[in-house]
């Protein structure tokens, strides 16, 4: 059964600090894997898709990799900005015939100004 | 473009009551999921749909039913409400299983 684990659950940072994200899973055999924000009380909005034949996929100031022989990704977010606060969250799209997207439980980001 | 849309937002229902939360998507993908999320549990997969005419059991399917009768839609009833099913309910949607998902706004469901 694919399990995927975020660490840090929360993390606090100061305005302008470059900063990772951690997102772990048990089953190597992906097609993808996905990375999200959600912001209070609202729905998930898709950051980046990463593909499992891909070693990083880079957005703006956010740069996703893919280890999938490891079974990790990182997010890593450039100069930091109070806007960025949220909840990010990465899901792994399962091989095989489930084809089931499994989400991790998320790292609440708090960027201070 | 109005890319996932959920009806309604929000829903407050009696024990033992039914209801059906409507899932619609416009951009012609096969893909479709049902989500609950609770605090410290993170997103779980309810049922999902590789295509028209198919449903499939994901981690928590007890409790729920699925249709999708049209490629468009994807609904998910509760035919006797549990307050354990208070809970935000998601849906999303993909193309393929290569391409991305996308969520709709979800609904808020409280069951007293």
Redo the contacts between chains.
Sequence with gaps: KQEVTQIPAALSVPEGENLVLNCSFTDSAI??L?W?RQDPG?????LL?I?SSQREQTSGRLNASLDKSSGRSTLYIAASQPGDSATY?C?V?SGGA?????????TLLAVQP | NAGVTQTPKFRVLKTGQSMTLLCAQDMNHE?M?W?RQDP??????IH?S?GEGTT?K?EVPDGYNVSRLKKQNFLLGLESAAPSQTSVY?C?S?LT??????????TRLTVV
Aim: aromatic fraction near 20%.
């Design positions: 097609y993808n996905q999200f609202k729905g998930l909005t898709s898709l593909q969250l899901a799209r489930t084809n089931k997207l499994i989400f991790g439980t998320g | 893909y999921y989500y410290g549990m993170g997103l779980r997969l999902y590789v499939a994901g998601f999303a993909s299983i290569n391409t991305e998902a996308f969520f709709g706004q979800g």
